[in-house]
Every structure is written in structure tokens, then in C-alpha cells.
């Protein structure tokens, strides 16, 4: 049997000379389970575009080497003959949404392939119970959550039943409940004969699925292998983090590498040393930011019902929900992207009320969920320069403070429209702190983020709110709010159905299945240890 994927010797550069694979040559397999890992910047969206054909028909560049799909050169193969063999899912799912609601998104893709119309219906309807998306169909697009645009990408890319399924950073945005039905889907989609090709960060939500891991470092294919050897590697050294019952594992000497928290289980492991911040260390003081009795709804749908919350000076709050839940809705409102149709939002005491944007950016620093959105000058220099400049807070010093802690010192010349995702959230996030604001609001700021980034932000945020800012992200990533955060608030029903410590809202499991949470390693084997000491 023929191999459906084939690299040989690809080199490519992108058009502005930045580097995205040298010398890479692989097979894949029919049937094969594909996982692609590396840092940000190390070529997996790269790899991605080449198997459809963007790279070298839509970004151009220079490309060396041979891409074959199913025995196919990509060069003389146009991408809508290779979508037919290869559906890819991109990295920023609104860039693939292009219809006015989810039905007629999902029907795009079968119609451009000719299909008659009860062949597409029947196609939308069985990819929207696939996804559980059938709620949504009638729904315009942008009325959706990041993780439920994250939904239709994938599911408008299963309408084309293709050969190959790649997708680029799925998990990101995506909720407990919707990583699980991405998973059941994916192995079903194994079982059924489609080989997958994931490109992830989150090795944890997949790793126990492939069949083979391949990473990436540089460009360079630097590791290929089952997902067990792999991962008894230290993967640090590429970028990467491991599971977090692998790490458990490793630092209580054990040599078994467990793929999954149950594997991680039955090893006995110990009680982790990871110790979620202390909220008793924050003074009372006036609350920084606060959400009093706030409504907010999209046309008839109601995303806020009189939510409350309230932040002080240094604190670092994590707003935790399903997908939909209202999380992106709550930081709007919080910097006047958005205004109450209900109730009142304040600023150090005072109602933001119908203040202009440009005042409320003095105090309150917004990073949104695609970062590629906010940002805009021809440099990533330009980019951090931008705000202070405009807000008269322009601080040689604290800027470049900013660049050492983000990493961006390599990038400053480069066009923040030409980096990766996980770059863009570094520049993004770095032009939020660079006007010095009182208030961080950060919308996934771990999505598309490698391991190195995420300690990174853990370190660098704690830094900020130690200097007093408050802090207060919107997450599905549990692992790292749990040792970040301060206090979790969790969204339902768009009001805030729980706060406290992580450690206390852990132990609530209600409230952790009624907002879509993943329990945490560390949380799931200290309860796991407490319930086998009480047996004994």
C-alpha cells in the first residue's frame, strides 16, 4: 500500500525570509494516528499547510523538496483537488468561517464539491450530531463562543469526508465536555480508517490517542516515535510540556511514563507540589474593577444575568464556564468594548458608564481570544509602541522590560501578521502591559501557547500582580489557573455560581460538571490519596 502523506527533503521559507521547515522528509501511513508537537514557531502550522496545498499555492515562498498526497505533487495539484484528499482545520477557526450561519457554513464545503442539495442536508445533519453542534445550526456565526466556532471549523472540514483529517491546535478554546467529544470523534473517525494528523500543544487531551508522535524543533523533525517513548524524553528540551501525570510521575521517581490520568492512578502516586496561590495574601482594599449586577444579552439570547464580580489590586482571577457560558462577554464589558444593559461595571469606584474607549484603555489592559485581531502596525516594535504612545504612557524602561519577559526581542522587526498564533498572543499580551494598566483582562491566554510561553505568562503575571494589578483571565485551562490563580470564579447560566481558592472549588464536583471543568491532575490525585487513605 502506497503511503498517503510523503515529505522528501522539503525546505520551505516564507515570503518575508522567516524559516518554516528545512530538510524534512516522513511518511504517513493509511490508518495512521498523527500527532505533531513542537514550541511555537517550530514549523507544525507549517507542515499543516502543506498537506492541502495553502503552501506554496496561497502564501507563496520558497519551496524546496517534494510534498506527494496520495501520490500527488502538491505543487501541480491545485488545493481544491487536495481538499478532497486532505481536510485541515486551521489554527484560528474564524478563518475558515465564512457563512452567515452554522447550517449554511457546514454546507459550503460539499456544495463547492458539486454535491446535490439532499446529499449536502444529510451531510450538515450527520456532522452536527457528530459534534452535538445541532443546537447551533441556526445561529449566525458571530454570535458564537471561541470554542464553539472551534466546533463548526472542524465539523464543516468532517463535511468533506476526506482521506486525511489534519487539524491545527483543536483543543484550544474548547471546553471539558467538548475536548471529550472531540476525542470520541477522532477515534471513531481512527476506527472507521481516516488517518489523523493533530498538530497540539496539549499532548495530555491527545497523546493517549495516536498511534505515533512526531516533533517538531526549528523545522526540523528532531523526534518521531510511539507516543510512550516519546514522551519518556525530556521533552522540555524541544518546548514542550508534558502531560501532567507524565511530570507527577517523573518527580516521584517513577520510571513508568502513564499516558493517562487513570494510567497515573494506579502507579500510587504521590501528592504533587503544586500549591495554588493563597488569596489570603491579598489586602482588602477597594476593588480595582467591578461587575455589579451586570445583564447582557445578543439579541434574545441572554449571555450575562446579573453577574457579579468584584477585583482588587494584585489579585489573579480565573473566570472558568463551559464553552457559551458568557466568559469573553464578562471582559468586554469589563473595558467598554461592550456596555451593561443591566447593572453597572466600575473602575477604582467609578462607573465606566458611556466613558470613552481611549480613557477606560488607561486602566484596562484587554487581550482578546484571537490576538491577530488586535494587532495591526507593520512591526512587532511598532505594535508595543503603539499603545503608550497613543495613551501618553510611553515608558522606554518599562517597554523594554516587557520584550525581555515575552520573549519578543527576536521578533521585534518582524510583522506580527507572519508569526505564529502562540507569537501573536506573546505580542498581543505584551502590548497590553506595555501602557501599564491597572487591570489585565486575558481571553485564553494559554491557547496556542508552548510550555516555555505558559511559564512564561504564569511567571510574568504573578510579577504584575505582585506590582499591584489585578489580574483576571478567561480560561478552559485548568492545569495552569490551578498553580496561577489566586481565586476561580466560575460562570453559569451567565452568573457566577461559585468563588473561592481552586483548591475549594475542586472539591465542589456539581459545580465542575456544571461548568464543563477538567479536574486537575494535582487536584484529581490528592482527592484520588484522600479516598484511599479513608479506606484504609
Not at 446529499?119 to 457528530?130: P, S
Request: net charge neutral; hydrophobic share 45%.
Amino acid at each position: 500500500m502506497n503511503p498517503l502523506v510523503v515529505f522528501d527533503e522539503v525546505t520551505y521559507r516564507y515570503r518575508d525570509g522567516a524559516s518554516g521547515l528545512c530538510q524534512v522528509s516522513l511518511t504517513i501511513e493509511p490508518g495512521e494516528f498523527v500527532v505533531v508537537a513542537g514550541a511555537s514557531g517550530s514549523g507544525k502550522s507549517t507542515f499543516c499547510r502543506l498537506l492541502n496545498g495553502l503552501i506554496p499555492h496561497l502564501h507563496g515562498g520558497a519551496l524546496t523538496g517534494r510534498v506527494l498526497i496520495e501520490g500527488r505533487d502538491t505543487r501541480q495539484t491545485p488545493p481544491y483537488v487536495l481538499s478532497r484528499c486532505v481536510g485541515l482545520a486551521l489554527q484560528n477557526p474564524e478563518a475558515q468561517s465564512l457563512a452567515t450561519t452554522v447550517a449554511r457554513d457546514l454546507a459550503l464545503g460539499p456544495a463547492c464539491q458539486g454535491l446535490d442539495r439532499p446529499t449536502i442536508a444529510a451531510r450538515v445533519r450527520e456532522v452536527a450530531a457528530l459534534l452535538e453542534i445541532e443546537p447551533l445550526l441556526d445561529r449566525p456565526l458571530i454570535t458564537l463562543s471561541g470554542g464553539e466556532v472551534q466546533r463548526v471549523a472542524i465539523a464543516g472540514v468532517l463535511a468533506l469526508r476526506p482521506g486525511v483529517l489534519a487539524l491545527d491546535e483543536p483543543f484550544a478554546f474548547l471546553d471539558a465536555a467538548g475536548a471529550i467529544r472531540l476525542r470520541e470523534t477522532l477515534r471513531m473517525l481512527h476506527q472507521r480508517g481516516v488517518a489523523i494528523i493533530v498538530a497540539e500543544h496539549r499532548l495530555a487531551d491527545v497523546a493517549d490517542l495516536a498511534t505515533r508522535l512526531i516533533v517538531f524543533q526549528d523545522g526540523r523533525v528532531v523526534a518521531d516515535g510511539a507516543p510512550r517513548t516519546v514522551l519518556a524524553c525530556d521533552v522540555s528540551k524541544w518546548g514542550l510540556e508534558a502531560p501532567p501525570w507524565v511530570r507527577l510521575a517523573r518527580a516521584a521517581g517513577i520510571d513508568a511514563t502513564p499516558l493517562t490520568l487513570n494510567e497515573a492512578l494506579e502507579l500510587a502516586l504521590p501528592n504533587g507540589s503544586v500549591v495554588p496561590a493563597s488569596p489570603g495574601d491579598i489586602p482588602a482594599t477597594l476593588p480595582v474593577i467591578a461587575w455589579e449586577d451586570v445583564s447582557f444579552a445578543h439579541g434574545d439570547r441572554t449571555v450575562l444575568s446579573r453577574a457579579c464580580l468584584a477585583a482588587g489590586a494584585g489579585e489573579i482571577i480565573g473566570i472558568l464556564g463551559a464553552n457559551g457560558a458568557g466568559k469573553t462577554t464578562l471582559l468586554k464589558l469589563g473595558n467598554g468594548l461592550l456596555r451593561p444593559q443591566h447593572g453597572t461595571v466600575r473602575m477604582q469606584g467609578q462607573a465606566i458608564g458611556r466613558r470613552p474607549l481611549w480613557e477606560i484603555a488607561r486602566s484596562v489592559g484587554l487581550v482578546v481570544q484571537h490576538p491577530g485581531h488586535m494587532l495591526f502596525a507593520p512591526t512587532v516594535q511598532d505594535e508595543l509602541e503603539a499603545g503608550p504612545r497613543a495613551l501618553q504612557r510611553h515608558d522606554r524602561a518599562w517597554i523594554s522590560h516587557v520584550i525581555d519577559r515575552c520573549r519578543l526581542e527576536s521578533l521585534l522587526h518582524r510583522s506580527p501578521h507572519r508569526l505564529s498564533a502562540g507569537e501573536q498572543r506573546r505580542v498581543a499580551i505584551g502590548a497590553a502591559l506595555a501602557s501599564h494598566p491597572s487591570v489585565l483582562l486575558l481571553d485564553e491566554p494559554t491557547a496556542g501557547q508552548d510550555a516555555v510561553s505558559r511559564q512564561m505568562l504564569r511567571a510574568l503575571l504573578t510579577d504584575v500582580a505582585r506590582d499591584g494589578v489585578a489580574v483576571i483571565t478567561a480560561t478552559h485551562d485548568t492545569e495552569w489557573a490551578y498553580a496561577l490563580c489566586t481565586r476561580w470564579a466560575v460562570l453559569g447560566n451567565g452568573r457566577i455560581v461559585a468563588s473561592g481558592a481552586p483548591t475549594t472549588i475542586c472539591i465542589q464536583p456539581e459545580v465542575m460538571v456544571r461548568a464543563n471543568l477538567r479536574l486537575p491532575a494535582e487536584a484529581a490525585i490528592r482527592q484520588h490519596n484522600e479516598r484511599q487513605a479513608a479506606l484504609r
